[in-house]
């Protein structure tokens, strides 16, 4: 089966600690992106890659890193630098990047919880 | 003004209503237009794209004024397994710019 995967589905973690959240797709799609998306919010777009080896930052960009060393993987690093990481973290791919925007396949999501 | 605008209800209709959603946005260059429904804590999922001579697919139908920056969701006959909350999505200078959602709720 084709698809998005996200681990794990809900994450802890102490204050001051970086946590790495992962995110898979065997689409072959060439675009991935992250997402954070708090109660009763929109999606607000943290990181994307249109190709391997290349990401930009997006809106909320700030406390979180990023990597894109195959196709297949995209994994965010929420940082100790994040001030409010408490939040649903949303992976995304789509067949095209910017130059030809296409549909968004979402993965099923990351809840991470700060204690 | 933000980008993406929708109005985050939320909507109770009884079952077998018609009810219609609208999104207005800021950017007139946007290209390409969506609609995806998120159930609660789960991921968005698309519900269908929005075309310049409008979308019908079932009981749904998307339509798109350029010249008033507006796209609209009418959804007919509703169900229970309507609920949700329901996204505009829209093309702007960045990758797809998503509105807050309108929550729907269908009673029995």
């Known amino acids: 089966d084709g698809g998005i995967t996200q681990s794990p589905k809900y994450l802890f973690r102490k204050e001051g600690q970086n946590v790495t959240l992962s995110c898979e797709q065997n689409?072959?799609?060439?675009?991935m992106y992250w997402y954070r998306q708090d109660p009763g919010q929109g999606l607000r777009l943290i990181y994307y890659?249109?190709?391997?080896?290349?990401?930009q930052k997006g809106d909320i960009a700030e406390g979180y890193s990023v990597s894109r060393e195959k196709k297949e993987s995209f994994p965010l690093t929420v940082t100790s630098a994040q001030k409010n990481p408490t939040a649903f973290y949303l992976c995304?791919?789509?067949?095209?990047?910017?130059?030809?925007?296409?549909?968004?396949?979402f993965g099923p999501g990351t809840r991470l919880t700060v204690l | 003004r933000k980008e993406v605008e929708q109005d985050p209800g939320p909507f109770n209709v009884p079952e077998g209503a018609t009810v219609a959603f609208n999104c207005t946005y800021s950017n007139s260059a946007s290209q390409s237009f969506f609609w995806y429904r998120q159930d609660c804590r789960k991921e968005p999922k698309l519900l269908m794209s929005v075309y310049s001579s409008g979308n019908e697919d079932g009981r749904f139908t998307a339509q798109l004024n350029r010249a008033s920056q507006y796209i609209s969701l009418l959804i007919r006959d509703s169900k229970l397994s309507d609920s949700a909350t329901y996204l505009c999505?829209?093309?702007?200078?960045?990758?797809?710019?998503f509105g807050k959602g309108t929550r729907l709720s269908v009673i029995a």
């Open positions: 999505v829209v093309t702007g200078n960045t990758p797809l710019v």
């Open positions: 995304a791919s789509s067949n095209s990047g910017l130059a030809r925007p296409d549909t968004q396949y």
């Open positions: 689409l072959n799609h060439d675009a």
């Open positions: 890659s249109q190709i391997v080896n290349d990401f």
